[in-house]
């Protein structure tokens, strides 16, 4: 007798699973239930209809019910909306959201990929007709035609996560005022504060009006007001302040709820109903470095999970190694990735670590298009186990960031990563690639070979009036330095030496930490035992500067700022 197999809502899980049930078994009866019009659409992508860069917003939907049905025989009823779960009965309740009719459907095994819903704060003006969110293909083409028919200049975006950063960036492109405004100290959260400074300049030299620190308060009659009492023209609000797991069907069903609020799945991603499974963004997973249920509201690890359940439905056994939480995005003129534990989560979670932060070319200086590739990588301390990474630059970071989630996946170390034989061009990468770069510079430090101060802690030393040795030419040197550094080029500080102390602690950088490094390791074999290296160097902590510069007016640590 063939299975019949039902699933509740579409898109990277819901659908992934039916398509994988087919595949498996050609016999089974498979129907999917989504409530709104389209079963399977492309989320991920629907900010980029905003700057046209998605032109039509029907391409954003992937495959419409008759699709399914023509290709995979997958029948996929739209406009109907799962109300009920009928445990005893082994049947749904479902409402035709167009007629208003119930009716019931038998399941032998039930799929649940409810996703998540938009949180809407409880503030006066949250339920204006100017107020949006963005879950689905309908949100996106209600925001677009609503700010080109009303012919609005002045939109505010509300959360600084990948939606709020990406739908601030795509109506800045398509021409629009825009304001973000986002609660903690900074936007995207995978990244720590230092990176994302880099990502802070990004977004203002691009015009987008950045408030970071502030929440909101209220939104008024073409305006917002933050909890600071700022107020900001805005005639019309995207609220991305994050979303929570849509689990009403679940709990009106008896299904367990888990401790982050995701519904609770086992190894297999099965409930505690052997006959209903759940996965996407609704459901709560393993994190495999934090040994801990976590949430995680990604395309990719829901497909993961799609296939393994398909696959347990037909004996076929899979293994659940946990997530890490791999992401990128593009911003404006920049790549951005992050994967694993940033030093922030690391710390949080009483984890010894450490961290490299360097920027080498992301191709052969005298190529075409070579541009600096900010990078963090976070091991631990004393075992060298890499526990993260983030990448940012022009060029291809999503590579790298790729390479460091494969090693997490295979506890890789350092010394791992360092003896890794990665593929080489001059118009791609370099000989030593950024990784392997990021390897050796964490092994020195894991080995005590050298020492070094981060960025973060530069302004303090400028302020104190530490010994700062600039190591770059005179020219380097003219065109923007820390107030208080003194030019020793890394050409001639052998012939200076009598020139820095040796009763006190010498910190030496240049443009981007490798000359610096260079002096270092020479003054430690020269008899300079307190000296330290710059971590990031001058164009690392003109980036992690320039924002906070900016917004607060404070007394500036360089004579000029130099990007280049």
Known sequence: MSKRVLV?????????????????????????????????????SLPYHLSGIVEDSEKLVLMSPEMFKNRYNIEARVHQEVIQINRDKKTITVKDVLTNKTYEEKYDKLVLSPGATPIRPNIEGINNSNVFTVRNVVDIEKINS????????????????????????????????????????????PFDYDM???????????????????????????????????????????????????????????LEIGETGGIKVDHNYLTNDKNIYAVGDAIEVYHRLLHKPTRLALAGPAQKQARAVADHIYGIPSRNLGVIGSSSIHLFDLNAASTGLNARTAEQAGIQHDYVYLMPGDKVGLMPNSNPMHFKLIYEYPTGRILGAQAIGKGNVDKRIDVIATMITMNGTLEDLKDLELSYSPMLGTAKDVVNHAALVGLNLLQGRYKEVKVSQVRELVENNAFIIDAREKGEYSAGHFKNATNIPLSEFRNRLDEIPKDQPVYVHCRSGQRSYNMVMALQHLGFDNVFNISGSYLGVNLYEYFNDLVTGRDKIVTEYNFK
């Not at 992934?16 to 492309?42: C, N, Q, T, W, Y």
């Not at 700010?147 to 600084?160: E, H, L, R, T």
């Not at 109506?171 to 959260?189: C, D, I, N, R, S």
């Open 8 to 44: 509740v809502g579409g898109v990277a899980g819901g659908a992934s699973v039916a398509a994988r049930v087919r595949r498996l078994d050609e016999s089974a009866e498979v129907i999917m239930f989504e409530k709104g019009p389209h079963v399977s659409f492309s989320n991920c």
């Open 146 to 189: 609503y700010i080109k028919q009303s012919n609005i200049q002045d939109i505010a975006v509300i959360g600084g996560g990948f939606i709020g950063v990406e739908v601030a960036e795509n109506l800045k492109l398509a021409g629009y005022h825009v304001t973000l405004v986002e609660f903690a100290k900074q936007v995207m959260a």
């Open 196 to 254: 994302a400074q880099i990502l802070h300049k990004e977004m203002v030299d691009h015009g987008v009006n950045l408030v970071l620190d502030d929440g909101l308060a209220q939104i008024g009659e073409g305006h917002i007001t933050t909890n600071s009492g700022k107020k900001m023209d805005a005639q019309a609000v995207v609220l991305a302040i994050g979303v929570r797991p849509e689990t009403s069907l679940a709990k009106e069903a008896g």
